[in-house]
């Protein structure tokens, strides 16, 4: 690995002018600085931890915070994209990531204080419930930068799955191919939730579709066991829907199945669509018509702004930043 005075050599400047370019120095002119920075990356020049931190009073670490219903033993495929892409981008932003919990040596300790233990210099939340966001509060109380995943509360940024945009295309496409009667199963009760109810009722009032009681069923994310029991429930009804539309592509699974197992044809007999765009999904015939959630772009921003609250500090302006999925057409949307 090359040395500060190994590239001082190699560029004919001192070794103070090399340290001040790689430290961003405004006495240094640009084309100097340009010019030590790639003789320094040709080298493989790598700086000292230990001595950035000292110089810059920052650690280079973030804090990753993943609630229980995220790190169970089989985590959704969503939140793995995000994860992955978050720490893809935070290692090209130069910082290594800590997972942050609310144990250190085998005593209970809160998510703040372990990430001050941890010298973070900004932690990402990603939550998958309203239970799991009621640690949110006392990480924005430390006053350490926090950027949440799908959540937003007054103090810290978000970066979040635009679901009103999401939904309203999802119900608007099944509109477009002649349902009317149009069944909702939901997930946990929470702000994704309320969210995608409001866009699903604002498209049927729109296009004057009377939504039954009975077609607006409150179910959970993740759950597909659940999904099969209300999909024969929806079925049984005296005017059963022509569609059904699942919180998510896991619980629509569920549905799926027990359709196999009433004889029911999808697409033929009765339409389905779900939500997330997992990948396993699109591999089914027939391919599953779903909205996928772009995680990858929601990771990469979130690092990008964790890193913007951390640079601009008590001046930081909160904001919720909204990405766009995409819809998947696939084939389980029978034209009517």
Do not use: W
Request: aromatic share 6%; glycine share 8%.
């Amino acid at each position: 690995m090359a040395t500060l005075k190994q590239i001082a050599e190699r560029c004919g400047v001192s070794l103070s002018t090399v340290s001040k370019a790689l430290n961003g120095a405004e006495d240094v002119s640009r084309d100097t600085m340009l010019r030590i920075r790639e003789v320094a990356k040709e080298m493989g020049y790598m700086p000292n931890a230990a001595a950035r931190a000292l110089k810059t009073s920052r650690s280079y670490c973030f804090g990753l915070l993943m609630a229980d219903s995220v790190s169970a033993d089989m985590p959704h495929e969503f939140f793995v994209r995000i994860i992955v892409s978050f720490k893809s981008r935070a290692s090209e932003l130069g910082y290594d990531i800590i997972s942050i919990s609310n144990h250190l040596g085998g005593r209970k300790i809160d998510y703040a204080e372990h990430a001050r233990y941890r010298n973070c210099d900004g932690i990402l939340v990603v939550a998958g419930n309203e239970t799991d966001n009621a640690v949110i509060p006392e990480l924005v109380d430390s006053g350490i930068p926090v950027i949440c995943i799908d959540y937003g509360i007054k103090g810290c940024g978000s970066v979040c799955s635009d679901n009103t945009q999401g939904m309203k295309e999802l119900v608007n496409y099944v509109i477009s191919c002649g349902h009317r009667r149009i069944a909702f199963i939901t997930g946990h009760d929470t702000m994704v939730t309320r969210t995608r109810i409001e866009a699903f009722r604002t498209v049927c009032e729109e296009n004057g579709i009377d939504v039954p009681e009975e077609y607006l069923v409150p179910a959970l994310f993740h759950a597909p066991e659940l999904s099969e029991r209300i999909t024969r429930q929806l079925l049984s009804l005296k005017t059963p829907p022509t569609c059904i539309l699942y919180p998510d592509d896991l619980s629509c699974i569920g549905g799926m199945n027990e359709l196999e197992r009433m004889g029911i044809s999808i697409s033929k007999d009765i339409s389905i669509a779900a939500y997330d765009g997992i990948d396993i999904c699109q591999t089914f015939h027939p391919k599953l018509t779903t909205i996928r959630q772009n995680a990858e772009t929601m990771g990469s921003c979130a690092a990008e702004e964790l890193v913007r609250a951390i640079e601009t500090g008590d001046s930081y302006d909160c904001r919720r930043i909204l990405i766009q999925g995409t819809l998947l057409r696939g084939e389980t949307v029978r034209t009517l």
